[in-house]
């Protein structure tokens, strides 16, 4: 499966919200990006909504970028959800959704309120 894939669009109110949740909390320095962000490609598996940042369509894929926000929330049917933003100093990079419970398909953003940061070492 490839990393990602590219998909250009412009960031959708519910990811809008989710950031803006996430940025208040953990880097509140980015608040001002989220209407400049786009959206440049989304996962390789195609079905989960993670999606890969730019500020113009033109700019490249940024993979593999450290790990800046990481959090847990609930899925529609009970499952749980990590969300995590990817970046580097002075842009997100990646906003990616994984099944914590081992769900093969994630494809709803959890709602903003199960969101909990995510605990080392539990």
């Known amino acids: 499966m490839k990393y990602s894939i590219p998909f250009k669009r412009e960031l959708n109110d519910e990811e809008k919200v989710l950031l803006h949740f996430l940025f208040t909390r953990e880097k509140p320095e980015w608040l001002d990006l989220i209407n400049k962000l786009k959206v440049i490609a989304r996962s390789g598996c195609e079905k989960c909504p993670s999606v890969l940042f730019g ?20 899925g529609i049917n009970g499952e749980s959800i990590g969300v995590a933003v990817f970046g580097n100093d002075i842009l997100p990079t990646e906003l990616e959704f994984w099944s914590i419970d081992g769900q093969e398909n994630i494809e709803v953003i959890p709602s903003i309120e199960s969101l909990k940061p995510m605990i080392a070492g539990c």
């Open 55 to 74: 500020t113009s369509f033109e700019d490249e894929i940024k993979p593999n970028q450290p790990l800046l926000i990481d959090y847990v929330g609930t």
